[in-house]
Every structure is written in C-alpha cells, then in structure tokens.
C-alpha cells in the first residue's frame, strides 16, 4: 500500500486548509484512515480517525474545526481544517490499517498568529 499525502502549507490564524490522503496498490479493504500530527519537540497524537464504516473519532483539540471524510472509493481521505490555531502548527501524518498499518509521508502545516 502507497500513501500520497497533500495539502499541507502555511496560512495565519483563523485560516483553512484541507489534507488529502490517496492509498493506492493491493488490498482487500481499508479498516481506518486518519490523520496524526507531531508538533515540535511532542510526541505523534491523533488528529482524526474514520473507520471502514463511517464511523469518525476526533482528538478533543480539534473537534468542531476539523472534520474528517472519504471519497466514494473510500481509499482517498480528506482532513478540512478550520480556524486554524498556532497550536496546530505540526507535521501532519496520514495512516491507514488494512491487514497492517502504514504511515504515509508527514506534511508539513504552519500557522502564524
């Protein structure tokens, strides 16, 4: 499996931004794709998660700014992300669980106050 992360950049307080994740290659389904994010000098932490079913599962930070989705394929997921924060500011990881875990490549979001 092949993760293509994009959307990442630069924008000030208040501003938007939005994530895509597109997974590729073979597999028989995608039980979850979400997004995690390390800031700098913390730990990797959950962003927003949504399962095969459509259930979503968002960290208490973000919840009512972020909202997590899935094209009809459900292989491409998509991180809208309002009113952006400085505490935002991290690289933004895609992962995705088939019959095993991928990460994709880190994106990088900034946000200016």
């Known amino acids: 499996v092949q993760l293509q992360a994009s959307g990442g950049g630069s924008v000030q307080s208040g501003g938007s931004l939005r994530l895509s994740c597109a997974a590729s290659?073979?597999?028989?389904?995608?039980?979850?794709m979400g997004w995690y994010r390390q800031p700098p000098g913390k730990q990797r932490e959950l962003v927003a998660v949504i399962a095969g079913g459509g259930l979503t599962n968002y960290a208490d930070s973000v919840k009512g700014r972020f909202t997590i989705s899935r094209d009809n394929t459900k292989t491409t997921a998509f991180l809208q992300m309002n009113r952006l924060r400085p505490e935002d500011t991290a690289v933004y990881y895609c992962?995705?669980?088939?019959?095993?875990?991928?990460w994709g490549q880190g994106t990088q979001v900034t946000v200016s106050s």
């Open positions: 290659g073979t597999f028989r389904s995608l039980n979850s």
């Open positions: 992962r995705v669980i088939t019959d095993r875990l991928y």
